[in-house]
């Protein structure tokens, strides 16, 4: 009997029931895995019972055979059993070593384990079956991130497996206020998820959105956070990101202490925070890691970065182009005589370096570290070097694109931002000068103003001026004086547990 799954993939469950006859329950199942070859099916009687009979199901290359072999078939074909009546309970109470065993009639639930690893045990005369965990399929080892390193601290990443990953953040945060959630996304993939949150500290109305939003999630397929984030983010066509991610479990704990919301994805390692604000693309967990006042300068040396990665393009252009009067006279004779014999104009000149620095830059990430680190150094020395002589773009151009684009290496959660912001302060400087960069940096400082992310103000704490909310912003005070929770995001703003 096939499975009765319509054209977006859900299968009707509720016309699949488990009788007491062992035949018809495995020909159903059978079924609803028509054509799947990794089914596999097990008969197994009882050495003083020759009126036992039960079948265990699983799927080739989920499970772990010693567990099958050792836990589960060998009890059952040694011990004594007699009779029918309450058999599946004596079975699984009495009989299967395993240490996670549920005893349940309903059709989903069963799929929904064993498609995960689990076996499914059935027995003549019962219309219940016992699932019993068997996982044994591989999965990549913990180790450290490449994204989120750092010279001190915790070298730990999550994996793909979601319930190391729940490990994990338990490991970090040995409390009862402690709370998952799990739910599923995905018609197809039925992909599993947890919701995790500290319940003293998140606020009811957060969570109750992030439920809401979650709730109307309806997709083919969930195989990667980021088809999650973006069907669930404020502002889904915002150049700024609303919703965090990391790969860190000392991080996404720090940001549970903070009063904020993870959701965890089977199958990825990313983790998702919720709110996320602005001044978390400055922060580093090295800031934590070391001393307050290296956390301290980092994060000016950041701030200053994002500053000059995106207005030094445009400030050029504007000063060359318009205000010549503003540049020293020797500078300016300097940055004559280099541009003197180039085809193009000074804003073309630099588009189209910035534009070859991105493809070098996506080249070196798209191949092996040795060879990508190597074409991206080579290749931006040898292009330079060959333009400037060639004479198509003057030297002065070059420097500071390299800067440009070394700067804006060093905000690697703004990379996609910054590649936008550069551009359109390039665009308002070529056409009215330093004024257009000006009015351009007004808007979007307006525009920042008028984002949320889950009900919090997306830069509220670049602004917030209040008691101790300045202590973890533009500076890394010492922990002593980091005595507050970000200000709005939690129920409890006291005795803050400050983190990466």
């Known amino acids: 009997m096939p499975a009765a799954a319509d054209n977006t993939g859900r299968i009707n469950y509720d016309s699949y029931r488990l009788t007491k006859k062992l035949d018809e329950n495995i020909a159903m199942l059978k079924g609803l895995f ?7 099916v097990r008969f197994i009687g009882n050495l003083s ?3 036992f009979r039960a079948c265990l199901l699983f799927f080739d290359g989920m499970v772990n055979p010693r567990i099958i072999n050792d836990d589960i078939i060998e009890p059952l074909t040694s011990c004594g059993l007699q009779g029918n009546i309450g058999l599946m309970e004596r079975i699984e109470t009495k009989v299967v070593k395993g240490n996670d065993i549920k005893r349940t009639g309903d059709v989903k639930t069963l799929v929904e384990s064993i498609l995960y690893g689990d076996t ?15 996982k044994g399929f591989s999965m990549r080892g913990i180790s450290e991130p490449d994204d989120d390193k750092s010279l001190l601290g915790p070298r730990e990443g999550f994996t793909e497996a979601i319930m190391i990953n729940i490990s994990m953040l338990r490991r970090k945060l040995q409390t009862p206020d402690l709370k998952f959630k799990f739910r599923r996304f995905g018609t197809r993939t039925n992909t599993k998820a947890c919701v995790c949150y500290l319940e003293s500290l ?13 709730d109307g999630v309806d997709c083919d397929a969930a195989l990667d956070g980021n088809s999650i984030h973006e069907r669930i983010k404020d502002s889904p066509f915002s150049i700024f990101k609303t919703t965090g991610q990391s790969e860190k479990p000392d991080i996404i704990a720090s940001k549970l202490l903070e009063g904020r919301i993870a959701l965890l994805l089977d199958g990825t390692p990313m983790v998702m925070t919720v709110p996320y604000l602005f001044v978390e693309n400055l922060q580093s967990p090295d800031d934590y890691y070391l001393n307050f006042y290296y956390g301290s300068f980092g994060r000016l040396l950041r701030l200053a970065g994002l500053l000059l990665t995106v207005s030094l393009p445009a400030l050029y252009v504007a000063l060359l182009g318009f205000h010549q009067e503003m540049i020293p006279t020797t500078l300016m004779f300097s940055l004559t005589s280099a541009a003197r ?9 630099l588009l189209g370096m910035l534009a070859v620095f991105e493809i070098l830059r996506e080249t070196g990430m798209r191949m092996s570290d040795k060879i990508g680190s190597a074409l991206s150094i080579v290749g931006a020395l040898v292009l330079g070097q060959a333009a400037v002589e060639a004479k198509i773009v003057s030297a002065p151009t070059v420097i500071l694109v390299a800067f440009t684009s070394i700067t ?4 690697p959660r703004l990379k996609l ?3 936008f912001l550069r551009l359109l302060f390039l665009a308002a400087a070529a056409t009215i000068g330093v004024y257009g960069y000006f009015m351009s940096l007004i808007a979007l400082l307006v525009y920042m103003q008028s984002i949320k992310s ?3 103000d997306y830069t509220s704490q670049l602004f917030s001026f209040g008691k101790g909310s300045q202590s973890d912003i533009y500076l890394r005070f010492p922990f002593r004086f980091m005595r507050r929770r970000p200000e709005g995001m939690t129920m409890d703003e006291e005795r803050s547990r400050p983190g990466p």
Not at 34 to 40: A, I, K, N, P, R
Not at 202 to 209: D, G, R
Not at 341 to 349: C, D, S
């Open 120 to 134: 499914m045990l059935l027995a003549e005369g019962c219309d219940e079956a016992l699932v019993i965990n068997s």
């Open 49 to 51: 019972d020759s009126t």
């Open 417 to 419: 931002t910054v590649l």
């Open 408 to 411: 804006g290496l060093m905000l």
């Open 341 to 349: 014999g180039t085809p193009f104009p000074t804003v073309v000149e």
């Open 202 to 214: 998140a606020k009811p109305e957060a969570l109750a959105e992030l439920e809401r939003r979650l």
């Open 34 to 40: 028509e054509g799947d070859g990794t089914l596999c």
């Open 454 to 456: 889950f009900g919090i």
